[in-house]
């Protein structure tokens, strides 16, 4: 709810500031938090460990960095609905990295999906007139689908609280960095104008979506299957689309909503037949090993 809701907030502090300058704001905050919360971690993680959550958090910013330079450019609903594109390309990334074979049921997840995604993205009027925002989601999806893997990878070796620490101050590092040479390059001028509205974005981005979100998935993982949690996470577009309507007054034509129908349906095939029985959320958490969706 949290992730979905955050959209329009986005969307909307984009008017008053630059996409750099918002996610610096946004991770430097949230770094802070989650310092307070994790710091006393850092204390035990080798270099190992350091590397792990720099990789990941190079995923993150190149996720996080692809989504808002997409949401200046497109709506809300379709930002999160391609955005969710990311459940089905797990498994298929981890099939195409030789660590998993993917079920059949998973490829007709991911055709529909990626049929749905044609709809959604595509105009009636064909390629010519796609929308570069709805590009840049695109890319955000393999990124986030990259940094999921990540996550389910370097978890189960290290400090998961050192480790959401780490790779959200490597983001914010890379997105203050961006801000002068974005500029530099000319491709971006950096703007802030203080609004109530942008306070309350980078407020809500920062400590919730971003310091608390991921606290949340990190714990809440312990008491379910990575197949839960990522079926989960297909709530995260209908939210969206939920607030968009509420408060945006976003409006889905029937090409456009048949796609998102495509695309959740898709991932809901790919995460309810595809994977292991969901029989293994039912055993407890101290015997369990956390992973990411």
Not at 157 to 177: C, E, H, P, W
Not at 198 to 205: G, Y
Request: net charge positive; glycine share 8%; with cysteine.
């Amino acid at each position: 709810m949290i992730w979905g809701a955050t959209f329009v907030l986005v969307k909307d502090a984009l008017t008053n500031a630059s996409v750099f300058v918002f996610l610096a704001l946004r991770f430097v905050l949230a770094t802070f938090v989650l310092i307070l919360m994790y710091g006393r971690e850092l204390r035990t993680v080798r270099a190992s460990g350091l590397r792990a959550g720099a990789l990941i958090g190079c995923c993150m910013f190149g996720g996080y960095a692809f989504q808002t330079a997409g949401l200046a450019l497109t709506t809300p609903s379709k930002a999160a609905f391609i955005t969710g594109f990311f459940v089905v390309l797990v498994p298929l990334l981890l099939a195409l990295f030789g660590s998993r074979r993917v079920p059949l049921w998973v490829w007709f997840g991911a055709l529909a999906a990626f049929a749905g995604l044609y709809f959604l993205a595509v105009p009636a009027s064909g390629l010519a007139a796609l929308n570069r925002g709805d590009l840049l989601i695109l890319a955000c999806a393999f990124m986030f689908a990259l940094h999921v893997i990540g996550i389910g990878h370097y978890t189960v070796r290290y400090s998961a609280g050192a480790l959401t620490l780490i790779q959200v101050a490597i983001t914010a590092l890379f997105t203050i960095l961006c801000v002068p040479f974005f500029a530099w390059i000319g491709a971006e001028q950096p703007r802030v104008v203080w609004t109530p509205g942008l306070i309350l974005a980078v407020i809500a981005t920062g400590v919730f979506a971003t310091a608390v979100a991921f606290s949340l998935q990190v714990w809440a993982q312990q008491y379910t299957s990575a197949n839960h949690a990522a079926i989960i996470f297909t709530l995260e577009p209908v939210f969206a689309g939920l607030t968009s309507f509420l408060f945006y007054h976003e409006r889905l034509g029937r090409r456009s909503l048949a796609g998102a129908a495509l695309i959740l349906g898709g991932i809901l095939v790919a995460e309810l037949l595809g994977p292991a029985p969901a029989a293994e959320a039912s055993v407890p958490p101290a015997e369990t090993i956390q992973h990411s969706t």
